[in-house]
């Protein structure tokens, strides 16, 4: 009976012995208690201290009996266990055994505490890449150094008060310390001026007691501002156009902050023409699109304005038609008819050239009747077909003959052309020609009666 075996070692010993006895019974703990949130990197010490015992053997281990990963110091009525630095390594429950020996009798005791790791040391770092130009791409990145236990991370990037990312990392079973890096690409605008981006960075575990559990960083952004534009502003196939052709008027402009374009008909035109934001089509284009367009680029800082002309020509198929078609003689009676169509429908005149080189307009039907037939000798007729937007003129060379001539195989009698300036052109080519060459003898005269002088 253990009671009595107390009681007759007490016995010989007196009344003092078992007082001090009962007061220093043996007990034991462990500093601090139960459960240690460390972060990794600091240092931390577990005491096991002991009460009421003389000498007594302390031996530290884990539960899972794996390597202690600290260094133990035994002292008289307590040992210490030091981890410096806490690493991964120690997140474990630590035993700490006690065995009392004092001769007589041999008592073991045991406590554990639960080692629990953070770490959350520093700030997030932000960094912005490239640069801030207001209207192209930019990257965020935010960098939380050495964070441990990550899948508790969380991560805000923030506008101001405006959340622009929000990233967790509830997936993340990496088991190391790791930096934690969240990017977000963004356009600044030119009203980012002087907003912060804040990178929130937390780790909310509850029942682990460190702080703090929220760490935060903020940048202020300086946005650059590039007003330059480049503008371009063309016409397909080309700005001079046929009606009827489908034409492409189009621009472009490129800027910082992003431009805002507008393309239209230059308002002082007839008619506001068509309006768009980059490119008007305009399919078989009409004689009144024919015009200048103008093309506006603006963003806050400034504007560009680039300015094209649309020429249309009008299609008109004038064509002349001579009854009769044999030779004319003098007396006889010519019906020259000229049609044309344009759109809107043309008015068509006849002129006649005079010897004088002037043309005298003799009618204003498209159909000429000349009765009668007077003069002989080579007479040119020109039809002129006028629409609002432009006229196309086409003449017919009349040979009459004398009644006296023999009616042979003559000149062709009817020949029309294409176009009067190619007659007027050679024609006013030729009289400058020769009135150069005039001048250029002349001189050449001057020259040589000077000298004749001399
Ligand atoms: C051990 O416990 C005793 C009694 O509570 C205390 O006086 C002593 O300072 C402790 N020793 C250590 C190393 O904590
Ligand atoms: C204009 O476009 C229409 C439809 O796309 C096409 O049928 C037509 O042939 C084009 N006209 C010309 C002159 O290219």
Not at 137 to 154: F, G, K, M, N
Not at 343 to 356: D, E, L, Q, R, Y
Request: hydrophobic share 35%.
């Amino acid at each position: 009976d253990p009671g009595q075996d107390v009681t007759g070692l007490l016995g010989p010993l007196g009344t003092p012995w078992l007082m001090f006895s009962s007061f220093k019974a043996f007990e034991m703990e462990i500093i601090p208690a139960e459960r240690i949130v460390a972060q990794i990197g600091d240092m931390l010490i577990l005491t096991c201290n002991t009460t009421g015992c003389a000498s007594p053997n302390f031996s530290w281990r884990t539960q899972m009996d794996s390597p202690l990963g600290g260094k133990v110091s035994n002292h008289r009525t307590y040992s210490t266990l030091t981890m410096n630095p806490v690493s991964i390594v120690n997140s474990h429950s630590y035993l700490c055994t006690v065995i009392c020996d004092d001769g007589e009798k041999k008592e073991k005791k045991e406590k554990s505490v639960k080692v629990e790791l953070y770490s959350f040391p520093s700030d997030p770092i932000i960094e912005i890449s490239p640069s801030l130009v207001a209207g192209e791409q930019a990257t965020v990145i935010c960098r939380i150094p050495d964070v441990y236990p990550s899948d508790h991370l969380e991560v805000l990037l923030k506008k101001d008060e405006h959340v622009l990312h929000r990233e967790d990392f509830q997936d993340d079973d990496s088991m190391n310390l790791e930096t934690k890096i969240v990017t977000y690409t963004f356009h600044p605008m030119a009203e980012d001026i002087g907003k912060e981006i804040t990178c929130v960075a937390r780790l909310p575990i509850a029942d682990m007691d460190f702080e703090p559990k929220e760490r935060t960083s903020s940048q202020m952004q300086i946005v650059i501002l590039n007003a330059n534009f480049i503008t371009k502003l063309s016409i397909e196939p080309s700005t001079t156009v046929k009606e009827g052709e489908n034409v492409s008027i189009q621009c472009s402009a490129e800027s910082n902050p992003p431009p805002k374009i507008i393309l239209r008909r230059k308002p002082d035109n007839a008619n506001m023409g068509p309006y768009s934001s980059r490119r008007i089509l305009l399919p078989s284009v009409m004689f009144q699109n024919a015009g200048d367009y103008e093309c506006m680029a603006e963003n806050e800082f400034g504007n560009s304005r680039r300015e094209i002309t649309l020429n249309v020509k009008c299609k008109y198929n004038t064509m002349i038609t001579v009854i009769p078609t044999a030779a004319l003689s003098e007396g006889e009676t010519v019906t020259m008819k000229c049609t044309s169509s344009s759109n809107p429908a043309p008015v068509i005149s006849w002129k006649k050239k005079k010897a004088t080189g002037e043309s005298e307009k003799i009618s204003k039907n498209a159909t000429l009747t000349i009765q009668n037939l007077k003069s002989q000798g080579l007479w040119l007729y020109e039809c002129e077909a006028c629409n609002p937007f432009g006229k196309e003129e086409k003449a017919v060379k009349l040979y009459v003959q004398g009644l006296l001539e023999e009616p042979v195989q003559m000149i062709p009698l009817i020949i029309a052309f294409s176009s009067v300036a190619a007659v007027v052109v050679p024609a006013v080519a030729i009289l400058i020609y020769v009135s150069r060459q005039a001048k250029v003898n002349g001189s050449y005269s001057l020259v040589k009666a000077l000298r004749l002088k001399v």
